[in-house]
């Protein structure tokens, strides 16, 4: 039985499609991004309830002002040696993204992924949390690992998959795994992490345990369905867990319009959730700091979980198999208003007077230098391709604990095959 | 063409036909997908037909069952084959026995798009073959195809079809027919009678398989990337005169050329890149047996992909290459 209904004088719908403000060939303006004033937010006590301060959701948290000083309630305080070790840590990321980069161009690897522009993110974080908090990262966070004074010639192991690797060339370059560091092994599939890190903080609170997790997607990410079910799971139980939202305005070629950046911020999906949301100036790694501080101790005295969007800009492309140029104006890195968290630390500790312009260019060259050392040495472990790998056999170690009788004879299958083949 | 050329130009073809179908998928709007598979779509036929979607493959799907409800043929791309697990229970829950369920007032025209594979050193998550996820669902069609006239033939009646439709595109051979070790180049598909792709509408059948090579001493399945892996091999031992049979459609399955093929030269080997146990390839082996144990006169070879998660830096360790596939043969043809 059908329902006739005369429709004739309705206008027709039509469908909504998010398109960014800029191509390539646009003249960039980004005007419109609201940029508050440093200082100009408050800071609740982090035993006030979530619902009452909803407001720093759609706003953004800013302790860096125009003339490089730290203002405000959420300025952390920090001393000037901590400082430095932040501004050494973000620039170890830039040289080694950068050495790292030219590495794959120069075909010594397969793949690489940059952070540039997002150094603060993960470096900030990694300074105010515990180093045995665990660490859910996605991949763009390699600054945890640098924070955290891993070895460099351990992570280009990896991204070599050569024989000195840890993860015996299994992994895509880039997906770490360091159990040490407190740094969970990354997927390839977007998000998974999500619930795991939920997981492992509901673990520890059930185990009274002190230790409080913390985890990183991007905002393209956040559309994924595992996103939701952590943030479900984080509030349901109050589980001690930090979600930090990496909102770098691009998801490969797509702008975050397409995850939802039209209609409200990424910090504001916490609300619905009655988890603690809280939106920050991405570049500004005093910010960063505070807040996850901020989020940490939440966690440690049982509030609950905080959902940290982090507002910044990917600069380079998005791995090194991506072309930025097909699809987004080239005049965005260079417009981007909240500027280069690098040169903002860096300005500030000048301003301080505890750091000037020689110093932070003598340890750029140190840096790069300590980058190339680490580079030379993992290269004496091999390169991709170039048959310095881990013995053919590793291939079906670790599938199980124990080697089950099918993948016993297929190891032999394929040791023979390799003497037929004179390898 | 090459085979994503041929890819676009199915899709250019569909949508300048059917004003219900449409693209969807992440990365394919404007930037034409990060293979440019969409390339040029969008200008042509407008942002609500060729779409960037927001990263979720459940919601990518889901979304697909829905629109295909309304009456549209959506295009759904998975950015790769590693990424369809997230949409599996859309796929294998509703859009599966959307038909079934409501006894034919609802169906799920959909055609999943996805490049599958390795040997681009994609690493774990970008170089899977879980084509026997798929044909384990009933109500699922599968589709790979192995030249790029194949693709777009495949793709335009794939896009056609009323059925739900998985089509994995072999991306090792997306820019030409790579012959399968490490040693050797790929060639382009310059040249390669694959190659020549018309520019207009034509279709070929789901469930029909091509015998790309006669032969009598042996038949040799095998479907994707694999097939110019086999033929190349059968070319440089030239002591085997196979018969090699492109499945094109794993589901439904032309099992008559497979049956005809097999009786005819009493000996069966079957290749594929996925890993081995409970694979396609073990589908395979049973209805030959089913059908023909009494013609078989050695038992039937499987090559396949070890068992293991997909590794990085040993990959081409990993998959079938023209060893593996003559120590097959030499077993098949011993007995
Ligand atoms: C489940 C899944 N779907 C798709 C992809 C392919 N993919 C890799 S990165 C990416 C974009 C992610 O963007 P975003 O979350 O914003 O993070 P960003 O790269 O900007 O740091 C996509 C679609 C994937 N890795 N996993």
Redesign the pocket.
Known sequence: MTVERDRSNLPPLSLHVPEPRFRPGDTVDFGEIEVPPAGAQRRPDTADKASSFHELAYTMVRVLDEDHRAVGPWDPKLDPDTLRKMLRSMALVRAFDERMFRAQRQGKTSFYMKSTGEEAVSVGAASALAYDDMCFP?Y?QQGILLTRGWSLVDMMNQIYSNKGDRLQGRQLPIMYSVKDASFFSIS????TQYPQAVGWAMASAAKGDSRIAATW?????TA?GDFHSALTFATVYRAPVIFNV?N?Q???SSFSGF?GAEATTFAARAIGYGIAGIRVDGNDILAVYAATQWAAERARTNQGPTLIEHFTY?VEG?STSDDPTQYRSAGEPTAWPMGDPVVRLKNHLIALGEWDEERHAAQDLELAEEVKRSQKEAEKNGILGHGMHQPFETMFEGVFEETPWHLKEQCQQMLDEQKAAGL | MNMIQAINSAMDVMMARDSGVVVMG??VGYFGGVFRATAGLQAKYGKTRVFDTP?T?CGIIGVAVGMGAYGLRPVPEI??AD?IY?ALDQLVSEAARMRYRSAGEFIAPITVRSPFGGGIFGGQ?HSQSPEGIFTHVSGLKTVIPSTPYDAKGLLIAAIEDNDPTIFFEPKRIYNGPFHGHYDRPASTWAGHPGGEVPEGYYRIPLGKAAVVREGSDVTILCYGAMVHVVASTIEELGNVDAEIVDLRTLLPLDIETIEASVKKTGRCMIVHEATRTAGFGAELAALVQERCFYHLEAPIERVTGFDTPYPHSLEWAYFPGPVRIGEALKKVMKV
């Open positions: 996605s763009r390839g599939n977007l998000t997607c991007g905002e393209g990410s994924e990496v770098n691009w998801a490969i995850a990917r998005h | 992440e990365d990263i493959e950015q790769f990424y997230p998550t």
